[in-house]
């Protein structure tokens, strides 16, 4: 849930900002740093205070998340609301990460977009910022609600949506070759991005419980890069249009 913001943030960045556009790379840079900022404050502000680590409840189970459903009803007829944060901080230190992005993306990124997003409409300039009006809000909301089911699934998640948006990347900036690849430094920015995904959620997935069992699946990390500019060629739209024009 802490990834999520930065990576909607250099999606949006990267989605809103044009291929003429030399902003970008800052506003990459700049998304970056409000995370990590944020990320430090929520841990210093957390408990014990002015440290960077935190002092958490081990989850036992899925229902440590949603201790509000579990009020106790004497006699069935009156419910106490007396339940705490069983996860503490883990429920809650989220929303607090959230809220100081928010702020520190309010106090930066306008500043930054008026200044050097010359390449880019006076419109289009704050497009990436709206969009994070639109998904933290949405973020919070899914945080509030599954907390407890992303706590269990966040691996597979990671893994599939990586895999799911490398993909649509590849396919939007018609990527069918390594050549194609290599052209812009910003591709292999992304690549390598995905990567590191794909990585964290293997790691995420095995915890490298046995190093000579489970690092050898970092191995895995190019493959579906390399399976995509292998297969490319042949789910080209043309070509299947054009062999079945000719009765191949």
Request: hydrophobic share 50%.
């Amino acid at each position: 849930m802490a990834m999520l913001p930065l990576i909607l943030h250099w999606f949006f960045i990267e989605w809103y900002s044009g291929k003429k556009s030399s902003s970008a790379l800052f506003q990459h840079a700049t998304a970056l740093f409000e995370c990590s900022a944020a990320a430090i404050v929520t841990l210093l502000v957390s408990d014990p205070m002015g440290v960077l680590h935190i002092q958490s409840c081990r989850v036992e189970m899925l229902s440590d998340w949603y201790t509000m459903l579990y009020n106790p009803s004497p006699d069935y007829v009156t419910t106490l609301h007396c339940t705490q944060e069983a996860v503490y901080p883990l429920y809650t230190i989220v929303f607090i990460y959230y809220a100081f992005c928010l702020v520190l993306m309010m106090l930066l990124r306008p500043l930054l977009v008026k200044k050097i997003a010359c390449g880019l409409g006076k419109s289009d300039r704050f497009k990436s910022i709206y969009a994070a009006l639109y998904f933290f809000p949405i973020l919070t909301l899914l945080q509030a609600v599954g907390g407890g089911l992303l706590y269990y699934a966040f691996p597979y998640i990671i893994l599939v949506l990586s895999l799911v948006t490398l993909a649509v990347y590849m396919s939007a900036s018609e990527i069918e070759s390594f050549k194609d690849l290599l052209v812009r430094k910003k591709r292999l920015i992304v690549l390598f991005s995905h990567w590191l995904l794909h990585a964290y959620g293997i790691i995420s997935i095995s915890r490298v419980e046995k190093l000579e069992r489970d690092l050898p699946l970092l191995a895995l990390v190019p493959t579906p890069a390399l399976f995509y500019l292998l297969t490319a060629k042949f789910t080209e739209p043309s070509r299947i249009l054009s062999e079945g024009a000719n009765g191949h």
